[in-house]
């Protein structure tokens, strides 16, 4: 059974950083796509940053380029995405994703995502 648990959310003042982590058991990363995706109240969920197998690039959506980092821990089967300067629009909730062939801000093609971990940035 595949899970994923997204984990490091919490409360920040604008500027601040978290480092969101995603757990995943029952498939190996390396193996994967793996994205982020963020979903603030009455929004669709926005696709923030991915890792592309085929490509072996990592994307990023333009609001989280120069400001966010995606990467991995093979050995951890873990991902994480550090986000750095952090501001009252990055208030969400983030999700972890992963698939496989993905198109990579495409949230319709993953196969397996987490709960979700909240972020909250204060100004």
Known sequence: QVQLVESGGGLVQA????RLLCAASGLTVRFYDMGWFSQAPVTQREFVAAFSLSVG???YADPAKCRFTMY???AK?????QMNSLKPEDTALY??????????SRSGDYDYWG?????????
């Open 57 to 59: 690039s990592t994307y």
């Open 77 to 81: 089967h873990t991902v994480y995405l």
């Open 15 to 18: 500027g601040g950083s978290l």
């Open 95 to 104: 999700y972890c994703a992963a698939g496989r062939s993905v198109r990579f």
């Open 72 to 74: 991995r821990d093979n």
């Open 115 to 123: 709960q979700g971990t909240p972020v909250t940035v204060s100004s």
